[in-house]
């Protein structure tokens, strides 16, 4: 009866582990988490990268917006009108107004990120076209929450999008913000492999407020 017993429990356990496993791994993202990621740029040349969160909705660095000039959303190779709601330039969030038509937003991600998750950069390098970059999670720093991962990324990606897997799904575990980088003389250098996003948690508490502004 024991020997029974203990047979079930495994099995039991073997189960829910294999669930839990299927449920934590998602693969490459697909075409929805991808096309939520959306291109940003304004009149005075720059581009960035933006993230669709909600209909008409895209959230996107601070450091890549300046009030003086307009900015634009590329929305299936149309450029849109876009309008800044609000902005924090503490946490380098900014979410724009802009017709996103069929897009289907990303969901934001509740859950922290285990040691070593799987996580995936998506953006557009200096304005070319959209790229995907895999990394793994390496740490939230102490100070101000910020994620690092070790998914690359270029200039032009500030905005976009660093996607995970939560619960078998695709979800929007941060934005990013930069590349890392260490001073050498009078210039910086870049360092391989090494990205820096906002945490999704900051992200929720910042369009929550945005919500209730408008």
């Known amino acids: 009866m024991i020997r029974k017993l203990l047979v079930g429990l495994c099995s039991l356990v073997a189960f829910f582990w294999q669930g839990w496993v299927f449920a934590a791994n998602c693969g490459w ?29 895209v959230l ?59 996580v995936w950069a998506v953006g557009f390098p200096r304005a070319e076209s959209k790229t995907t970059s895999s ?32 619960e078998g799904r695709h979800v929007l575990a941060g934005m990013l913000r930069g590349f890392a980088a260490y001073v050498s003389g009078d210039s910086y250098v870049k360092i391989k492999n090494h990205s820096v996003s906002v945490a999704s948690a900051d992200i929720r508490s910042f369009i929550e407020v945005v919500g209730k502004q408008n």
Do not use: W
């Not at 990394?135 to 070790?150: I, N, W």
């Open 29 to 57: 993202p697909e075409q929805d988490a991808l096309e939520s990621v959306v291109r940003v740029m304004s009149d005075d040349g720059s581009h960035a990268s933006g993230v669709v969160v909600a209909p008409g909705r």
């Open 60 to 118: 996107t660095a601070a450091h890549a917006l300046d009030e003086r000039f307009q900015s634009y959303v590329l929305i299936h190779g149309e450029r849109n009108v876009a309008h800044i709601m609000s902005i924090d330039r503490a946490k380098d969030l900014a979410v724009l107004q802009v017709n996103t038509g069929h897009i289907k937003p990303i969901e934001i991600g509740h859950d922290n990120l285990n040691a070593s998750a799987k």
């Open 135 to 166: 990394g793994s999670f390496k740490v939230k720093a102490a100070t101000d929450g910020a994620l690092h991962t070790t998914a690359p990324i270029d200039s032009g990606q500030s905005g976009g999008g660093l996607i995970s897997c939560e």
